[in-house]
Structure formats: structure tokens, C-alpha cells
């Protein structure tokens, strides 16, 4: 499937045909490029919940923290509101913000729960990453296999005009 294009120059008229060689070089290159993006994507993505994972582990450290104190203790406001951005449930709504030690285990066990279905998440996530990766793997040594054929075709031919 040649495609020809023609266009004027100051020479007159000039018709290229692109060879199988570079179709084939522009499709694989397309699908390394797709392919690169979206390993950039997934790593984002696992970086992102990364980040998310050691800000909740972080706010589950200070949760037991105050646990472990016999009195009941305010919540932070930061904690609360990263709770609430992350849709973990707490002890009476996110209004009351004092809670003892039973309300705290609540706390914990749901910030725990949060975090360990990160987590799963997570292993998928790179599963699907090396799952790329391994395409990309594959595109690239589509690509070299291709051009390493393509030269030691041309080698040949001009080893066969030298004779």
C-alpha cells in the first residue's frame, strides 16, 4: 500500500512513494509512542496513590496516637477533611469532632480498610503497568528486528551489484 503524493518544486514535478520499509518504521514508532504515553499514565497514577497511601498511613499513625490516650481527644482539622475528601466514615459525621477511645478503633479500623483496598489497587495497577511495558518491550524489538532485516537486505543487494 504505497501511498503517493505529488507536489511542484522549481524542478518540475516530483512523485514519492513511501516503501513498505517506512510504513511499517511510522506504525511501530505510532504504537511505541501510544504505548510510551500510556506508561507515563499508569506511573502517574501508581505515584499518585502512592502519595495517597503515605498521607493516610501518616493520618493513621496520629489516629493512634490518640487512641492510645485514656481521654477523649479532638480530631485534627486536617485529618477531618482528609477523611472526608476520602469519603472514610467516622463516629457521628465529621461535625463531632471529639472522640474516645472506642470512637478512635472506628476510626482506625475504617482508615485501615481505605488503605488496604489502596493497596489491592495498587497491585493491580502495576500489573497493568508491567502489562504495558511488556507491549512496549515488544514494539521495540518489532522495530529492531525490522530494521536489522532491512539492512542485511540492502547489504545483500549491494553485496550483489559489487560482483
Do not use: C
Amino acid at each position: 500500500m504505497a501511498t503517493s503524493v505529488s507536489g511542484n518544486n522549481t524542478l518540475g514535478t516530483v512523485e514519492t512513494k513511501l516503501s513498505l520499509e517506512t510504513v511499517m518504521m511510522k506504525a511501530l514508532s505510532g504504537r511505541s509512542e501510544i504505548l510510551d504515553d500510556q506508561i507515563r499514565e499508569q506511573a502517574k497514577l501508581i505515584s499518585d496513590k502512592n502519595a495517597l497511601l503515605k498521607e493516610f498511613n501518616g493520618y493513621l499513625q496520629q489516629a493512634r496516637t490518640e487512641q492510645a490516650k485514656d481521654k477523649t481527644t479532638d480530631m485534627s482539622a486536617e485529618m477531618t477533611a482528609f477523611l472526608k475528601a476520602n469519603d472514610v466514615s467516622v463516629p457521628d459525621g465529621y461535625d463531632d469532632t471529639s472522640y474516645n477511645k472506642d470512637e478512635w478503633t472506628a476510626v482506625i479500623e475504617n482508615m485501615q480498610t481505605e488503605i488496604d483496598s489502596l493497596t489491592s489497587t495498587s497491585q493491580t495497577d502495576l500489573i497493568d503497568l508491567q502489562a504495558i511495558m511488556n507491549k512496549y518491550d515488544e514494539v521495540i524489538k518489532q522495530q529492531t528486528n525490522f530494521l536489522s532485516t532491512s539492512h542485511g537486505e540492502k547489504d545483500s543487494i549491494i553485496g550483489n551489484t559489487r560482483i
